[in-house]
């Protein structure tokens, strides 16, 4: 069973940009992986993810700033945030998912993101 943790997180003034990282204990190659978000009192949303057929989906509200990567030879998938908002801020999580896309397994801490404007 792959285990990833996330790390990267912090604070940055709003424009600015953060590289979010999902180490997993094994290969990212042949799993999909999902980048999420929750802020304070709101739902946790997916906000990119990454096929293991390298196919890339982004949410609205990140497209063109947003960029989700994946390092196959160190196990890490990546989360490029760019021209970061206030909107942004939240706890950030990676998670695996399954072939529809779901997630399953267990969730990690998450990384905080607070962007001040």
């Known amino acids: 069973q792959v285990q990833l943790v996330e790390s990267g997180g912090g604070l940055v003034q709003a424009g600015g940009s953060l590289r979010l990282s999902c180490a997993a204990s094994g290969s990212v190659f042949s799993i999909n992986v999902g980048w999420y978000r929750q802020a304070p009192g709101k739902q946790r949303d997916v906000v990119a993810r990454?096929?293991?057929?390298?196919?890339?989906i982004y949410a609205d509200s990140v497209k063109g700033r947003f960029t989700i990567s994946r390092d196959n030879a160190n196990n890490t998938v990546y989360l490029q945030m760019n021209s970061l908002k206030p909107e942004d801020t939240a706890v950030y999580y990676c998670?695996?998912?399954?072939?529809?896309?779901?997630?399953?397994?267990?969730w990690g801490q998450g990384t905080q993101v607070t962007v001040s404007s």
């Open positions: 990454i096929s293991r057929g390298g196919r890339l």
């Open positions: 998670v695996r998912l399954n072939d529809y896309g779901a997630p399953f397994g267990s």
